[in-house]
């Protein structure tokens, strides 16, 4: 099955200043790459995804980047806030359509 | 939270009690999951059940059965809980294309 590896396992970062996370995968047939965002005691939430067509994709401040050569995507936070504070997890889905593989999560902490 | 909806919020087990986790969805989405979360290790899949009247393992399904009641439900259960199932619990549902999102989920602690 699938096997995504994520780092680093955690970030501090300046505020104002970028926060990049790196991930992995293992399956060429994965296709679909979303990034989830969860605060302390909430559910994962969908902030930014990328489909396998396309190498960059930016939403305001957040942007994700995916090399399918070498099998692998980053998030990148530009102008970092306070509320980017949390903990972040890259999935992959692969051959099988049906399922989402996570990364262990990086948590990102925001320094005023 | 976009009709996904888990109960209980909240369980303390003895080892060895039973217990189910309800999950249900007002959306009419086929696909739904169980997924376990706990400290370093992301999120991973226990069961999903693609549409109704089907059900298939993820990566960890031991100690763990669940049934697809009907399109709206989903439920998880542990036959005889033990202390390394202590975790929180999310069940999630597909949206078409799109990946799952999930329920505010069940924090269950095993004693």
């Known amino acids: 099955g699938e096997n995504v590896e994520q780092h680093p396992s955690t970030l501090s970062v300046q505020e104002g200043d970028s926060a990049v996370i790196k991930c992995t995968y293992s399956?060429?047939?994965?296709?679909?790459f979303p990034w989830y965002k969860q605060e302390l005691g909430k559910r994962p939430q969908l902030i930014i995804d990328i489909r396998s067509n396309v190498g960059e994709k930016k939403d305001q401040r957040i942007a994700v980047t995916l090399n399918k050569t070498a099998k692998h995507f980053s998030l990148h936070i530009t102008e970092t806030q306070p509320e980017d504070s949390a903990v972040y997890f890259c999935a992959a889905r692969g051959s099988n359509d049906y399922k989402l593989s996570f990364g262990a999560g990086t948590t990102v902490t925001v320094r005023a | 939270n976009a009709g996904v909806t888990q109960t209980p919020k909240f369980q303390v087990l003895k080892t060895g009690q039973s217990m189910t986790l309800q999950c249900a969805q007002d959306?009419?989405?086929?696909?739904m999951y169980w997924y376990r979360q706990d400290p370093g290790m992301g999120l991973r899949l226990i069961y999903y059940s693609a549409s109704e009247g089907t059900t298939d393992k993820g990566e960890v399904p031991n100690g763990y059965n669940v049934s697809r009641l009907n399109k709206r439900e989903f439920s998880l259960r542990l036959e005889s809980a033990a202390p390394s199932q202590t975790s929180v619990y999310f069940c999630?549902?597909?949206?078409?294309?799109?990946?799952?999102?999930f329920g505010d989920g069940t924090r269950l602690s095993i004693l």
């Open positions: 999630a549902i597909r949206i078409g294309n799109q990946p799952q999102h």
């Open positions: 399956d060429s047939a994965s296709n679909y």
């Open positions: 959306m009419n989405h086929n696909s």
